[in-house]
């Protein structure tokens, strides 16, 4: 199974990129931090205190998280793969997902060792069946450590700000470019000094400053590293 992962911190470009990425290759794409939104969200919807770790680590079992394709039909007739939803139970919860709020609230989940366990098992599923490009945290230190591909992307916290700012804005949000960077700083801080799963890159992953690329750039340095590998070498375990 080819599993190409790519970890790092909030707006360093992952999803954008692996989103890229997989349509280049073909090959599907797994957002994992939409996993732990899938999660949080069902909490908030349900009420259960972040302090509940049993109700918690139930719905973490129990929550059908399902990713699914939104097509277009381009001109010659061939699908063209639009957006990714994010399923939870059979309803759509893509947008939902991504408020300010649920976002400053996901580290109460993510800092879970059993519920973490719960979802690296999910993940491994869905990457086992058709490989893929995976994103998230720990993709490269926990969920696939022999993936042959690992790529850790980060950028200037000013910078990943302002891209998550404009992202937010587009969307309707009333926040600060402040605000953001605030936001995005304390989640650095709670991903990287977790004691389950901190972020940090692999031993062997291939470290990419994004600041000064595009999207498009990021995925043809990918392309182009991925390229130089031997075609034996690029399959799970093969390493
Ligand atoms: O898109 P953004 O980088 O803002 O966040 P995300 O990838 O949607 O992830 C949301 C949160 O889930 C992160 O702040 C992490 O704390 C957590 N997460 C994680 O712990 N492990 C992962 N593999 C993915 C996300
Ligand atoms: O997934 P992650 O939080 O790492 O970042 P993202 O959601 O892929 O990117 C955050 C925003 O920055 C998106 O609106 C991207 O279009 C934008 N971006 C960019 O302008 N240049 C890049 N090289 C990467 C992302």
């Known amino acids: 199974m080819l599993i190409i992962a790519i970890d790092g911190p909030a707006g360093s470009g992952k999803s954008s990129t692996a989103k890229a990425l997989a349509k280049r290759l073909k ?5 994992t931090g939409a996993m732990y939104r899938v999660v949080t ?51 759509d919860v893509t947008e939902a997902i991504r408020t ?37 945290r720990d993709i490269g230190t926990v969920v696939f450590p022999d993936a042959p591909f690992k790529f850790y992307f980060d950028a200037q916290p000013k910078l990943r700000a302002l891209r998550r700012y404009r992202e937010l804005r587009a969307a309707g949000e009333q926040v600060t ?14 991903d990287l000094t977790r004691k389950n799963s901190p972020l940090k890159p692999a031993k062997d ?8 690329l595009t999207i498009d750039q990021t995925v043809d340095r990918i392309i182009a590293h991925i390229g130089a ?3 034996r070498d690029r399959r799970l375990g093969t390493e």
């Open 100 to 136: 300010p709020e649920l976002t400053k609230n996901v580290f109460h989940i993510a800092q879970e060792p059993l519920i973490r366990r719960e979802m690296v098992k999910k993940q491994r599923v869905m990457g086992l069946k058709q490989g893929g490009v995976m994103e998230g």
């Open 41 to 91: 969200l069902k909490a908030m919807q349900d009420g259960i205190p972040f302090t509940d770790k049993k109700r918690l680590m139930k719905i973490a079992r129990k929550s059908r998280i399902e990713f699914r394709t939104a097509y277009r039909t381009a001109s010659r007739g061939e699908r063209d793969a639009v957006r990714q939803l994010v399923y939870l139970d059979s309803q």
């Open 205 to 212: 992953a291939v470290v990419l400053d994004t600041s000064s």
């Open 27 to 31: 090959l599907p794409y797994i957002d």
């Open 177 to 190: 470019q402040a605000k953001v960077l605030r936001d995005i700083l304390k989640r650095d801080r709670t």
């Open 229 to 231: 590998k031997p075609l």
